[in-house]
């Protein structure tokens, strides 16, 4: 007997210490525990320690306050121009009031699930096809203001939603790829167009310019050519005035030193017939001499006739002289 109370004890104790440590729960960060007592919710639990009372209050739901993401599988939809595609989204949610998503909707995910399938029909059904293809940040925008106000009495609050991909029909997509590829092609021809036209553009600009350079060098050498000439005759009419000065000077030096020399009225004949001579030169045919120039003619020679045979200087020598 005494050993059976002894083991009793021992159990009773046992079960004291578990039934205590079970009433003991620590709430992790970033999670709540919803508090049943006797079936009836009696508190949330937020982060830290918390006692139970035994056998009356239980934990009913164990929420994460963390912000979860779920992707939903690819869902049939039917565009305004009636073309069927398939698209997934992704949800991004978050647990608010852990009360209300423990008793607001049975499955809360499954919920959201089949809300997201409903209102994104709903929206892609006014949408044709290019449209849904060019507007997913309009569809994102829709479908998170729905759902979030469908999902507030639930506790459950949507931050985001994303159209992962949306799967149009095979034939839509070939379709779509004809129309890309011949896209690219108007653009290649449209590009190699304006790249021609610019070349050609830039070549008669160029023959432009370069007729225009050719004329100006050509101008240039025009005037240079003329501005040499030009020198050319301005140095050879300066030339001849000093050759004239020249000769004038000579003539007027000659005059001077006759004049100088005191020379009497046969010297002064003597000279207008070495004029006439030069005039001649061998060029005229025919020279008329004053009769003054042909008696002084025969005064010369006389003068010469003595010179030879008194020693007088001849007449060449005067005129040296």
């Not at 852990?98 to 059904?125: C, F, H, S």
């Amino acid at each position: 007997m005494r050993i059976l109370s002894t083991v009793l004890i021992i159990l009773l104790i046992i079960i004291v210490i578990y039934v205590a440590l079970s009433c003991v729960r620590i709430v992790p960060q970033a999670h709540a525990y919803v508090i049943e007592r006797l079936g009836a919710y009696n508190g949330t639990w937020s982060v830290g320690l918390h006692f139970k009372v035994p056998f009356i209050d239980r934990v009913a739901k164990r929420v994460l306050l963390k912000e979860q993401v779920v992707d939903f599988a690819p869902q049939p939809v039917i565009t305004k121009d009636n073309v069927t595609m398939r698209i997934d989204t992704v949800v991004y949610y978050q647990i608010t009031d852990p009360k209300l998503y423990a008793y607001g909707v049975d499955n809360p995910i499954m919920a959201i699930e089949n809300l997201t399938a409903t209102t994104l029909r709903n929206i892609i059904g006014d949408l044709e096809l290019d449209a849904t293809l060019t507007s997913r940040e309009t569809i994102n925008t829709k479908m998170r203001a729905t759902l979030d106000v469908a999902t507030d009495p639930w506790g459950i609050k949507v931050n985001r939603v994303e159209l992962k991909n949306i799967i149009p029909p095979m034939e839509i997509q070939n379709a779509m790829e004809k129309q890309m590829k011949a896209e690219r092609e108007r653009r290649e021809a449209i590009l190699r167009a304006e790249g021609e036209k610019k070349s050609a553009v830039l070549r008669a600009e160029g023959h432009k310019e370069s007729t225009i350079l050719e004329a100006e060098a050509e101008k240039a050498a025009a005037i240079l050519k003329a501005e040499a000439h030009k020198e050319a005759m301005i140095r050879e009419a300066e030339g001849q005035a000093e050759a004239i000065l020249k000769v004038q000077q000579a003539t007027a030096d000659g005059l001077t030193a006759i004049k100088n020399a005191k020379a009497d009225d046969a010297v002064i004949k003597l000279k207008s017939l070495e004029a006439f001579a030069t005039v001649a030169d061998g060029k005229a045919t025919k020279i008329i001499i004053p009769s003054e120039i042909q008696n002084m003619a025969g005064v010369l020679a006389s003068l010469k006739e003595t010179a030879m045979s008194d020693d007088i200087p001849a007449v060449t020598d005067i005129e040296n002289a």
